[in-house]
Nanobody, 123 residues
């Protein structure tokens, strides 16, 4: 199994910045994709930013140009730099991992989620 541990959430004023960090540990795996989702009160969980093993990124339209996702394959970590934060960015942010495991010639994938970290943007 794999554990995801997040850090970096908090309270920030509109226009401010925060950096979220997530570290994956546990069984031996390779990263297919890793990134961040968020869920605001009363809303469904939504993709924020995900980066593939090859470095391709996918951002929600609402955060393009403000958020940057990056990863370190060697350390199995991902972070999210969030700039020019807006009140509508307030949500619980979840680290997400699409991991691939191998056992001999058999390969399979599993999704994992962190426990979530609160980001609040308010004056």
């Amino acid at each position: 199994q794999v554990q995801l541990v997040e850090s970096g959430g908090g309270l920030v004023q509109p226009g401010g910045s925060l950096r979220l960090f997530c570290a994956a540990s546990g069984s031996t795996f390779s990263i297919n994709a890793i990134g961040w989702y968020r869920q605001a009160p009363g809303k469904q969980r939504e993709l924020v930013a995900v980066i593939s093993s090859g470095g391709r990124t996918n951002y929600a339209n609402s955060v393009k140009g403000r958020f940057t996702v990056s990863k370190d394959n060697a350390k199995n970590t991902v972070d999210l730099q969030m700039n020019n934060l807006k009140p509508e960015d307030t949500a619980v942010y979840y680290c997400y991992l699409d991991a691939e495991f191998s056992s001999g010639s058999y390969r399979y994938t599993m999704d994992f989620w962190g426990q979530g970290t609160q980001v609040t943007v308010s004056s």
